[in-house]
């Protein structure tokens, strides 16, 4: 399983570059899973969900804490989480995947941060995926 992991991330990359995934993702369900919200919007129950962060005692390798990510492409972020899931399906646990989401969502945030008022969907997908890849080589 793990050696075909990277052909698919790299099936995946092409399906994002081809534009082919857009109207699958349109019907798509925004995420919620693993310390991770995906939303259009900032709600107050987002606000209220992030704000209360528990204090865990864990064997996550990452820092753990909540994360929403607050995207206009919430529909195609939350695509890209989803069919993630599914290849990294028989490699994350009950406690790898508080990980393997956190560096996902962190991965947005953080081009999010870097790119305000000129975000790309094709190019926040892309630094989510290249996080999976890195986490997949690890």
């Known amino acids: 399983m793990r050696q075909e992991i990277p052909k698919k991330l790299d099936?995946?990359?092409q399906r994002i570059e081809s534009?082919?995934?857009?109207?699958?993702a349109r019907s798509v369900k925004q995420?919620?899973?693993?310390?991770?919200?995906?939303?259009?919007?900032?709600?107050d129950s987002i606000k209220e969900w992030r704000g209360d962060?528990?204090?865990v005692i864990s064997f996550q390798e990452t820092e753990p804490r909540r994360r929403a990510v607050i995207t206009e492409y919430s529909?195609?972020?939350?695509?890209?989480?989803?069919?993630?899931?599914?290849?990294?399906?028989?490699?994350?646990?009950?406690?790898?995947?508080?990980d393997f989401y956190g560096l996902l969502a962190q991965s947005a945030?953080?081009?999010?941060d870097a790119h305000k008022g000129n975000v790309n969907c094709?190019?926040?997908?892309?630094?989510?995926?290249?996080?999976?890849?890195?986490?997949?080589?690890?």
Not at 36 to 41: C, P
Not at 109 to 112: A, N, Q
């Open 19 to 24: 534009g082919d995934f857009v109207r699958e």
């Open 31 to 43: 995420w919620g899973g693993a310390d991770v919200i995906i939303s259009r919007r900032l709600t």
């Open 75 to 98: 529909k195609e972020l939350s695509w890209l989480f989803y069919e993630l899931k599914a290849i990294f399906a028989g490699e994350i646990d009950h406690v790898s995947k508080y």
């Open 53 to 55: 962060q528990p204090v």
């Open 122 to 138: 094709d190019q926040l997908l892309t630094a989510v995926l290249d996080m999976a890849k890195s986490f997949c080589e690890e």
């Open 11 to 13: 099936e995946l990359q």
């Open 109 to 112: 945030l953080d081009y999010l």
